[in-house]
C-alpha cells in the first residue's frame, strides 16, 4: 500500500449501503439487529432432515439474490452501491471503485463448469438462474467478472480489486483511503466508492468450511451463529453486499462519521489456521490507540473454538497499558447477520457508523454464557455515549488482518 502523505486532508464516510438476509438496506438491517434478530431463526421451521446445504441456504440467502442475469454477487454489489451512492448525494459516472471480496462471481464460474463438463449438475446449483455469459467468468476470473459487470452497470470509471481472504473488504477501505489522501485534487477527484458482494452458499464451499470445523452445526436444532460465547461452535454463512463511499475534505462538518484512521497487516504463520497470539490485530489496535480510546470494538469474531479468544487477548495486551478495557463495549455481528467471509469487514463498519449516527449498540441475544474477557461484553442493548468511537477489524486465511476507526464529528461550540 501507499504510504500516507503528510496533509491536512480528511476523510469521511458520506454513504453506506448494505444488503444482508435480514434487510434489504442498511436501515432495513439495523432495525432488524436492534429487535434482535438472527438469520439462525430461518431454520427453526424447517424439518429434521433438511438437506445441510439447503439448510445454510435458507438460513443465509438473500431473496433477491436467487434469480439474476449475471452472477448474485454483482446484484448484491449493485443494490448496495447505489443505496450508498444515494445516501452521499452522488451519481456513479466515472466514479473510480475499488472492490474488497474474497471469493467474487464463483457461481458464475460454477455454472460455467458445469454447463462444459456435467450438464445435470446444473440442476442442483444453489441459483436456478443461468447467467448467459458465464465464459467470461472463466475468461477474467470471478472477481474480474464482478469489477466488468459493476463497472458496466455503473458506468464507474477505474475499478480495483482487492483480494485478502476474509480481510478483503476493509483492507479495500485501507487502499481507497490511502489513495484520496495520497492524490493531487486538482484533477478532481474527491470521492471513491468502496464495495464488497460475497454469495458463495454453493455445495462446494459449504462442504469445504464444514470440513475445516468451521461451520455451525448443520441442523435444525444446531445451526446458529455464538460469537463471544462459552458455548460457540462455529460461524454460520450468509450472502451479503455492503458500501461506503469515502469523501476528501479539509473539515468534516458537524455530524458526519470520519474515517480517522485504517490500517493493514499480516501474521507470516499459516495458510488456515490463525497465529494463537495474533499479533497483527493487536498492532493495529495499538495502532488506533494513538488517536484516542476506543469505546466500541467490533471484532472479527467468527464464533469458532479457536478464534474468540484469541482475538480478545490480542486486543487486551495492546490496549490494556493505554486504555482501560472495562471501558470498552463490544460487538460481534456475525451472531446475527452471519459470516460474509471478505464482505465481513466492511458489513461491520457500515454498522458501525449506525452505530455512531443513532448512539445505540444493538442486543446480542446469542450471549448466553460470555467468555471471560475484561472487555464490557453483554447481550442487551447497549446506549452509546455521543461521538464515540469505533474500531472495526477483520482477519482472515493466510494471516491477513485489516482494522478502520470512525467516530462522528462533534457539534462546535
Known amino acids: 500500500m501507499y504510504p500516507v502523505c503528510k496533509t491536512s486532508r480528511r476523510i469521511v464516510i458520506s454513504g453506506v449501503g448494505l444488503v444482508s438476509p435480514l434487510g434489504h438496506s442498511a436501515p432495513q438491517t439495523f432495525k432488524a439487529l436492534l429487535a434482535g434478530r438472527t438469520i439462525g431463526e430461518r431454520v427453526k421451521s424447517l424439518t429434521n432432515n433438511t438437506d445441510p446445504v439447503a439448510l445454510a441456504a435458507a438460513a443465509g440467502g438473500v431473496s433477491m439474490a436467487k434469480h439474476c442475469a449475471t452472477d448474485p454477487t454483482v446484484d448484491l454489489a449493485e443494490w448496495a452501491a447505489r443505496e450508498a451512492l444515494g445516501d452521499a448525494g452522488l451519481t456513479s459516472d466515472g466514479l473510480d471503485c475499488v472492490i474488497g471480496a474474497s471469493k467474487g462471481a464463483v457461481q458464475a464460474l460454477a455454472t460455467a463448469w458445469a454447463k462444459y463438463t456435467n450438464p445435470h449438475a446444473l440442476r442442483k446449483?444453489?441459483?436456478?438462474?443461468?447467467?448467459?455469459?458465464?465464459?467470461?467468468?472463466?475468461?477474467?476470473?470471478?472477481?474480474?467478472?464482478?469489477?466488468?459487470?459493476?463497472?458496466?452497470?455503473?458506468?464507474?470509471?477505474?475499478?480495483?480489486?482487492?483480494?485478502?481472504?476474509?480481510?478483503?473488504?476493509?483492507?479495500?477501505?485501507?487502499?481507497?483511503?490511502t489513495t484520496l489522501l495520497n492524490h493531487n485534487h486538482r484533477s478532481g477527484r474527491r470521492s471513491i466508492l468502496v464495495v464488497t458482494s460475497e454469495a458463495a452458499l454453493l455445495p462446494a464451499f459449504i462442504a469445504s468450511y464444514h470440513r475445516l470445523g468451521v461451520l455451525s452445526p448443520l441442523t435444525t436444532q444446531g445451526f446458529a451463529g455464538g460469537p463471544l460465547d462459552a458455548h460457540r461452535c462455529g460461524f454460520m454463512l450468509c450472502e451479503v453486499g455492503a458500501a461506503v463511499v469515502l469523501e476528501v475534505t479539509e473539515q468534516p462538518s458537524p455530524g458526519q462519521i470520519e474515517l480517522c484512521n485504517?490500517?493493514?497487516?499480516?501474521?507470516?504463520?499459516?495458510?488456515?489456521?490463525?497465529?494463537?497470539?495474533?499479533?497483527?490485530?493487536?498492532?493495529?489496535?495499538?495502532?488506533?490507540?494513538?488517536?484516542?480510546?476506543?469505546?466500541?470494538?467490533?471484532?472479527?469474531?467468527?464464533?469458532?473454538?479457536?478464534?474468540?479468544?484469541?482475538?480478545?487477548?490480542?486486543?487486551?495486551?495492546?490496549?490494556?497499558?493505554?486504555?482501560?478495557?472495562?471501558?470498552?463495549?463490544?460487538?460481534?455481528?456475525?451472531?446475527?447477520?452471519?459470516h460474509g467471509l471478505g464482505s465481513g469487514g466492511l458489513v461491520s463498519l457500515v454498522i458501525a457508523v449506525l452505530c455512531a449516527l443513532f448512539n445505540r449498540r444493538p442486543p446480542m441475544p446469542w450471549l448466553n454464557d460470555p467468555i471471560e474477557t475484561s472487555f464490557r461484553l453483554q447481550p442487551a442493548e447497549v446506549s452509546l455515549k455521543p461521538y464515540a468511537r469505533h474500531a472495526v477489524f477483520s482477519a482472515g486465511f493466510g494471516g491477513h488482518a485489516a482494522g478502520a476507526l470512525i467516530c462522528r464529528t462533534p457539534n462546535m461550540g
Open 125 to 177: 446449483l444453489t441459483h436456478s438462474s443461468v447467467p448467459q455469459d458465464c465464459e467470461l467468468a472463466v475468461a477474467l476470473g470471478p472477481h474480474g467478472y464482478l469489477a466488468h459487470h459493476l463497472r458496466r452497470r455503473m458506468r464507474l470509471g477505474q475499478v480495483t480489486n482487492v483480494v485478502a481472504a476474509c480481510a478483503s473488504a476493509l483492507a479495500a477501505v485501507h487502499q481507497a483511503r
Open 262 to 338: 485504517t490500517a493493514v497487516a499480516a501474521d507470516g504463520y499459516d495458510l488456515i489456521r490463525t497465529s494463537p497470539s495474533m499479533e497483527s490485530v493487536g498492532q493495529i489496535a495499538a495502532r488506533f490507540l494513538s488517536d484516542g480510546p476506543i469505546d466500541v470494538l467490533h471484532p472479527h469474531a467468527t464464533g469458532t473454538i479457536d478464534h474468540d479468544p484469541c482475538e480478545l487477548a490480542a486486543y487486551e495486551r495492546n490496549m490494556g497499558a493505554k486504555h482501560s478495557v472495562q471501558a470498552t463495549d463490544i460487538y460481534a455481528v456475525k451472531g446475527a447477520i452471519g
